[in-house]
């Protein structure tokens, strides 16, 4: 059975080389009726890379796989090494496990058997021994004794107003597989699109074996659990699990195929495992963002960040497993078994429904090199309004998972916001804090009954905008940016910084000008004007000091604390005593009102 493909390197996926084959030449890459590697006499090509290698540890842990073998597709005369890599603790092992000599006149396959190994990662080398040897390709294949599981994948996709990111991934995922009778997964894949914006209509996206559902603007957790009700309605398509996948990624349906061949061989008693994709940057494709993450109380702990995957020794390194407790839904698979009509996710909009899922299902995260999305990196997306999902949607979440985390945490977080905030003039953002700590305190019943889509549009309005750079009061110049992004200070200074509260305390002079998502209030010390700018989007916004709303705010928090003090036992209690009640079918379908659609 074909566990993994060779892959090479995609126009508009990843044109990145290193990260499938490593060299000791400028290797020449053909395009003409298939795609080859041409080789110089003396050249080297080995795939101890992100994509090329084969996790073995991993494969014997949580599979039935137990021999390997190496399919290759070759022409020329070639020296060809299985070899094996290990990373133990700070020391790396290389050996070469079996070596062969192979001279085709024509294209010809080959194969060849790795040694039985149960740790580290498999890979190959190519010795071209003579000029214009071809390589075509191949595969990495396993023997298995016992059936393989049925599978068959639902694909969920919840978008609003995303339309050519959306159209993009249903071409391809419908010409590499939906639509390709020579896939391994032909007839074994449909997708499930959630259209929160109501604007797909006009594409016809629809057919057989792709729905799509205009749905009631709730957030991604109306939209994908609207798409996990689709599947639990029609049983008899056979959906044996679901891939959740964000509407703005770049995917290689390759990692489909690979999400789909481990889950083929789980063994027993890792068949409700959830299947997690990395998420690497779409501005720099060998840079990883996060491989799985650990809620640790709302203190989220991304993992294997910002590895350069081009690196043999990151590819080992990214593949050790440490613990975790979740992994988002940009790429995420599971078994539709966990799915019922009593065990839905929870509605809060946006941020933190990946991560409760996870926490109330999640037994065992499965994360292996080479299944991956491309998504634009959390610095460029900065979203004012984000501050009031965030704190609600974390006292949600850790009501149910975390109850030890209680008022005096809370205080201490709302202390820190108020400063952070307030440093920076974005005293509106203190402001939705606020009013998202307020919205947790009126319990499980203010979540139930409000609209959602309403409620939204409501904080939309409360935050900052950004508008593009022709619009700002602010004229924005390059070096002062440079500037802001880093500027270091003395001990002292940042001694009368903390003193004089940020520089409130002492006449404001200068306009700063800081990046939009990771501006910090040591760089826009006695400040009178802040320009926030998005420079991959052109857009800023503008905030100014103003010490009656500091002070006002101070008094606001004084409040907020008070009824904290007050209130928090009691609305944590309403979640964790009534909780069932918002993961139910019949509540989803009132919530999103589908059953006014349904008449």
């Known amino acids: 059975m074909k566990i993994q493909d060779i892959l090479w390197p995609k126009d508009g996926i990843c044109t990145d080389v290193e990260m499938y084959f490593h060299s000791n030449y400028k290797r020449s890459l053909v395009k003409e009726e298939c795609v080859y590697i041409l080789f110089q006499k003396g050249g080297v090509v080995t795939t101890d890379t992100y994509f090329n290698s084969l996790t073995i540890e991993k494969w014997r842990k949580y599979t039935k796989v137990r021999q390997v073998m190496l399919t290759l597709s070759l022409q020329g005369k070639f020296n060809v090494s299985l070899c094996w890599k290990q990373k133990i603790n700070d020391m790396y092992v290389e050996r070469e496990l079996k070596n062969r000599t192979v001279n085709a006149d024509r294209r010809t396959q080959i194969t060849l058997e790795f040694p039985e190994e149960t740790k580290g990662m498999f890979f190959f080398r190519l010795e071209a021994l003579e000029k214009g040897a071809r390589f075509f390709g191949g595969s990495y294949d396993a023997a298995v004794q016992e059936e393989c599981q049925p599978v068959k994948i639902g694909i969920v996709v919840c978008t609003y107003r995303r339309e050519k990111y959306v159209c993009d991934n249903v071409r391809l995922i419908s010409q590499d597989i939906i639509e390709n009778p020579e896939s391994q997964l032909y007839g074994r894949v449909e997708m499930f699109i959630s259209d929160n914006g109501k604007t797909l209509e006009p594409y016809g996206l629809a057919g057989e074996k792709i729905h799509v559902s205009p749905n009631k603007n709730a957030g991604g957790a109306g939209g994908f659990t609207r798409g996990l009700i689709e599947i639990l309605k029609h049983p008899e398509k056979g959906i044996t699990h679901v891939l959740l996948m964000d509407d703005d990624v770049v995917v290689d349906t390759a990692s489909i195929l690979r999400t789909a061949a481990i889950l083929s061989l789980l063994k027993e008693e890792y068949k409700s495992a959830f299947i997690g994709g990395a998420m690497l940057r779409s501005d720099q494709r060998n840079i990883q963002i996060e491989s799985g993450a650990s809620w640790n109380a709302g203190n989220l702990v991304p993992l294997k960040v910002n590895l350069d995957l081009r690196l043999w020794q990151n590819c080992l390194l990214n593949e050790q497993e440490e613990y975790r407790e979740y992994n988002a839904w940009w790429f995420c698979c599971f078994p539709m078994e966990i799915v019922s ?100 305190l009126r319990g499980i019943d203010f979540l139930e009954q409000t609209d959602a889509e309403q409620l939204h549009r409501q904080i939309m309005e409360a935050g900052y905008r950004a508008v593009p750079a022709e619009e700002l009061e602010v004229p924005f110049f390059y070096r002062e940016y440079k500037r802001g992004c880093k500027e270091e200070h003395s001990v002292l200074h940042e001694v009368v910084r903390r003193l004089t509260f940020n520089g409130y305390l002492l006449p404001a002079k200068h306009v700063r000008t800081v990046p939009m998502a990771t501006a910090r209030p040591e760089f826009v010390w006695r ?65 999103l009102e589908m059953e006014e659609k349904d008449e």
């Not at 501050?387 to 974390?394: L, T």
């Not at 004007?529 to 010490?547: A, C, M, P, Q, W």
């Not at 979640?575 to 019949?586: C, K, P």
Request: charged share 25%; aromatic share 16%; with cysteine.
């Open 527 to 591: 400040a009178r004007t802040i320009l926030f700018y998005d420079i991959v989007e052109n857009k800023g916004f503008v905030t100014h000091r103003s010490i009656r709303t500091f002070i006002r705010q101070g008094f606001e928090v004084a409040g907020m604390i008070a009824a904290i003090l007050v209130g928090y036992e009691k609305a944590k209690q309403s979640f964790t005593s009534r909780g069932n009640e918002i993961r139910q079918l019949a509540f989803w379908e009132k919530y």
């Open 341 to 440: 009509v009593d065990n839905l996710p929870l509605p809060i909009f946006i941020r933190g429904d990946d991560l409760e899922y996870g926490l109330r299902n999640m037994k065992t995260l499965i994360l292996m090199n080479g299944i991956c999305v491309w998504h634009e990196p959390f610095e460029n997306k900065y979203s004012s309004f984000l501050e009031y999902y965030i704190i609600r949607n974390r006292l949600i979440d850790n009501s149910f998972h975390f109850p030890g985390w209680g008022k005096k945490e809370l205080i201490r977080e709302l202390i820190r916001e108020y400063r952070r905030e307030g440093y920076l003039y974005r005293y509106k953002n203190v402001s939705l804090y606020m009013r998202g700590i307020r919205d947790f």
